[in-house]
């Protein structure tokens, strides 16, 4: 099995300081994305009854993801096995940098009793970077919860009760319209958000709608497209790209009558500029 490198712009994008930059954020809510990397589904019971209403992990903002896009967290299970080994890459390389990855469970720590097995690649932290480790097999889900929340500041922040009065580099709320017509911007953010989570999302709206005010004119299909283009291709991160374009296709095209030339083809986006 050929030994993973991380990208040298992965590497960039997760600095000590940008993941302490990030847990400032998360400190209020975060978004896991679960990792199946071969567990015996031990760990995966444990962590589906921490979110039951029992435990209630949302006064936290925990919350389960479906996609790694969405996600500000990796959580991994189990050994690494030989078919789980690429999988786990492109779940890594999909989300968002700066990110967090979790090792759960015995397996995940350290590859558990499989970790001399033919079939496994032992723990996590043998293919991509560990950031927090729960041990236990499986861990109980108040200690799931509890490592969590710890790892990432949450409890500190939960028993001093900080303030987020101020967004700090987020961008201010909206107060004009670009084209004239409010909902656009709240359609545009809501969308954006779906898009690349809570914190990117923002980050994907203020880039678009900076592409879209550098046409000249908002309502010419034609300046928008071609700026909203050039911004893409100039982008380093080829998923803000992709979700430019998507922006501009589903949200613009409802405000702004287009012809189907006037919409972006995704299909040209380069993937392998930014992985």
Same mark, same amino acid.
């Not at 199946?36 to 962590?47: L, T, Y």
């Not at 896009?69 to 030989?82: E, F, N, Q, S």
């Not at 919860?145 to 967004?167: D, N």
């Not at 911004?231 to 790209?241: C, F, L, T, V, W």
């Given at each position: 099995?050929?030994?993973?490198?991380?990208?040298?712009?992965?590497?960039?994008?997760?600095?000590?300081?940008?993941?302490?930059?990030?847990?400032?954020?998360?400190?209020?809510? =975060?978004?896991?994305?679960?990792?199946?990397?071969?567990?015996?589904?031990?760990?995966?019971?444990?962590?589906?009854?921490?979110?039951?209403?029992?435990?209630?992990?949302?006064?936290?903002?925990?919350?389960?993801?479906?996609?790694?896009?969405?996600?500000?967290?990796?959580?991994? $299970?189990?050994?690494?096995?030989?078919?789980?080994?690429?999988?786990?890459?492109?779940?890594?390389?999909?989300?968002?940098?700066?990110?967090?990855?979790?090792?759960?469970?015995?397996?995940?720590?350290?590859?558990?009793? =499989?970790?001399?097995?033919?079939?496994?690649?032992?723990?996590?932290?043998?293919?991509?970077?560990?950031?927090?480790?729960?041990?236990?097999?499986?861990?109980?889900?108040?200690?799931?919860?509890?490592?969590?929340? $710890?790892?990432?500041?949450?409890?500190?922040?939960?028993?001093?009760?900080?303030?987020?009065?101020?967004?700090?580099?987020?961008?201010?709320?909206?107060?004009?319209?670009?084209?004239?017509?409010?909902?656009?911007?709240?359609?545009?953010?809501?969308?954006?958000?779906?898009?690349?989570?809570?914190? =990117?999302?923002?980050?994907?709206?203020?880039?678009?709608?900076?592409?879209?005010?550098?046409?000249?004119?908002?309502?010419?299909?034609?300046?928008?497209?071609?700026?909203?283009?050039?911004?893409?291709?100039?982008?380093?991160?080829?998923?803000?790209?992709?979700?430019?374009?998507?922006?501009?296709?589903?949200?613009?095209?409802?405000?702004?009558?287009?012809?189907?030339?006037?919409?972006?083809?995704?299909?040209?986006?380069?993937?392998?500029?930014?992985?």
């Amino acid at each position: 099995m050929k030994t993973y490198e991380v990208p040298q712009e992965i590497q960039d994008a997760n600095t000590l300081e940008d993941k302490l930059e990030l847990l400032k954020h998360i400190g209020r809510s =975060f978004s896991v994305y679960r990792v199946d990397c071969g567990s015996c589904n031990g760990c995966e019971i444990e962590i589906f009854a921490a979110i039951t209403p029992m435990w209630d992990p949302e006064r936290f903002g925990f919350k389960l993801v479906a996609n790694p896009r969405h996600a500000d967290i990796l959580l991994c $299970t189990g050994p690494v096995t030989r078919q789980m080994y690429y999988p786990l890459l492109r779940a890594y390389e999909a989300t968002p940098d700066p990110k967090i990855v979790v090792a759960l469970g015995a397996c995940g720590v350290s590859g558990g009793i =499989f970790y001399d097995a033919y079939s496994v690649l032992s723990g996590i932290d043998k293919i991509i970077p560990v950031d927090a480790y729960i041990p236990g097999c499986p861990p109980h889900p108040a200690s799931i919860i509890y490592g969590l929340t $710890t790892a990432l500041g949450v409890m500190e922040q939960r028993l001093e009760k900080v303030s987020f009065e101020e967004e700090g580099e987020l961008p201010s709320l909206v107060k004009d319209s670009v084209i004239g017509n409010i909902l656009f911007e709240r359609d545009l953010l809501v969308e954006a958000k779906k898009l690349m989570s809570y914190i =990117f999302g923002r980050k994907l709206f203020d880039k678009y709608l900076a592409a879209l005010v550098k046409s000249g004119d908002i309502k010419n299909t034609k300046a928008t497209k071609e700026s909203v283009t050039e911004a893409m291709k100039i982008e380093d991160d080829p998923r803000y790209a992709e979700c430019m374009g998507i922006l501009h296709n589903k949200i613009y095209a409802q405000y702004v009558p287009c012809e189907e030339e006037d919409k972006i083809s995704l299909h040209r986006v380069e993937w392998s500029k930014g992985l």
